[in-house]
């Protein structure tokens, strides 16, 4: 039977000084690469994530947040209904966020090479860290700027901007929304012009 922990705002008081030292040692572990930042980094930040209850699973080496749950990280948040913490070797392996939806944000930052805010909704959203990577099922959707995806699965590369849409099998259609430039009608007109 698997060791579980189930803390709520009223019974933190209530805990062992000793389990609570367990609780927060096991807490202050969860860092890992920064989103946003070049993969050959080797800065690590640390990610934030508040939930009405968190239960540790010792021994799966899991953490469920319940409750309007958001991880804040840097210039990311994610937040859900429920979010799963895998853990390897005291390091976060992968989070996995559930809603409906579920949502990640990430604010703009021109001198990192993100002009334009990013922001995604699914059913599902799970966060590989050492990837940078985001797996959106059910329902996804993803936002830059006036861009749009919307497919059953979206896997989207954080670092490289890169977007693969579908659902593995093309029987869903994967629709895009994309901004076009604007043409300057006056100088069409004075090209014209000049060809004749």
């Known amino acids: 039977m698997a060791h579980k922990k189930n803390i709520q705002a009223p019974q933190l008081h209530a805990m062992s000084k000793q389990s609570l030292l367990k609780l927060i040692a096991s807490l202050t572990l969860m860092v890992f690469p920064s989103i946003g930042i070049t993969a050959t980094s080797s800065a690590a930040s640390e990610i934030v994530i508040e939930g009405a209850s968190a239960e540790f699973d010792k021994t799966n080496n899991t953490i469920t947040y319940t409750g309007d749950v958001e991880a804040k990280m840097d210039s990311v948040a994610i937040n859900g209904e429920i979010l799963l913490v895998n853990l390897a070797q005291d ?103 000049d060809e004749e």
């Open 91 to 193: 390091r976060v392996q992968l989070i996995t966020t559930s809603g409906n939806p579920a949502r990640f944000s990430q604010a703009a930052s021109p001198s990192k090479g993100r002009p334009n805010d990013t922001s995604a909704a699914a059913e599902k959203i799970i966060y590989f860290p050492e990837k940078n990577e985001l797996v959106l099922t059910g329902n996804a959707r993803l936002t830059q700027g006036n861009n749009v995806i919307s497919s059953p699965s979206i896997r989207y590369d954080i670092l490289a901007g890169e977007v693969e849409a579908g659902d593995g099998k093309g029987e869903k259609r994967v629709q895009m929304q994309l901004l076009l430039p604007k043409i300057d009608s006056s100088s069409t007109l004075l090209e014209s012009a």
